[in-house]
């Protein structure tokens, strides 16, 4: 994710709390300590193109130190990767195999596409694919947030509320890494990050399957948190 350098001048701590699932994108980064489940079984998410297949992967979850500007020592877990998965999931009901995929991309693909400026500037950007196409659309509120929704056929569900710029003005648009049927239910999910300009990560994953009455995607994971020794 990009980050402003005014980020890396300032310091702050992250907060911490032990997980049972994650979703991870970016694994170069630091983590929270003690924020990444241990002991998990890891599925990767591969994908050349728009041929992409879920397979189990492995994942070494570790702890560590750095400093940060005033020298001082901070926690953190770091994760280390086989192989270059678009992204890992840990403790998901999912099964190995071919998935369906309608839209991959990673962060020099995204960033100036048409998918990204149309979400951006017009507030609206219809998915690719499926039998029951999917809108991601946002509305500013009057406290200056961006509330993000998603439509299918009838059914409008709230997914989140972001502030319309980040904390040195960076851009907040989510970043849609990937859409297609990942759970195998015929119907379509989510893996996306939200930007944070001061050292913050957001990564979300939301499936069809599971969700209750009126919804159309339900967030199986969620990995947030802003990186030790960084920036605040």
Wanted: include cysteine.
């Amino acid at each position: 994710m990009r980050r402003s350098l005014a980020a890396l001048l300032l310091t702050c701590a992250g907060t911490a709390g032990a997980a049972d699932t994650a979703v991870i994108i970016d694994s170069t980064r630091s983590f929270v300590p003690n924020s990444i489940p241990r002991n998990a079984a890891w599925l990767g998410l591969f994908c050349r193109k728009l041929e992409c297949e879920l397979r189990p992967v492995g994942v070494d979850v570790g702890t560590g130190r750095a400093k940060n500007i005033l020298d001082e020592d901070e926690s953190l877990d770091s994760v280390a990767i086989d192989g270059k998965p678009r992204a890992v999931f840990a403790n998901l009901p999912l099964k190995p195999g071919k998935v369906v995929t309608w839209h991959a991309m990673n962060d020099e693909q995204y960033f100036g596409s048409p998918q990204y400026e149309k979400l951006r500037k017009l507030g609206k950007w219809s998915l690719p694919g499926g039998a029951q196409p999917l809108v991601l659309s946002w509305v500013k509120t009057a406290e200056g947030r961006k509330r993000y929704h998603l439509t299918g056929d009838s059914a409008k569900q709230f997914l989140f509320a972001v502030d319309a710029l980040g904390h040195y003005e960076g851009d907040t648009t989510p970043v849609v890494y990937w859409a297609g049927d990942l759970d195998g239910d015929g119907k379509g999910d989510l893996l996306l990050a939200i930007p944070d300009d001061n050292c913050g990560y957001d990564e979300r994953l939301y499936l069809s399957s599971g969700t209750g009455e009126g919804s159309l995607l339900r967030k199986a994971a969620h990995t947030s948190g802003r990186e030790p020794a960084c920036g605040c």
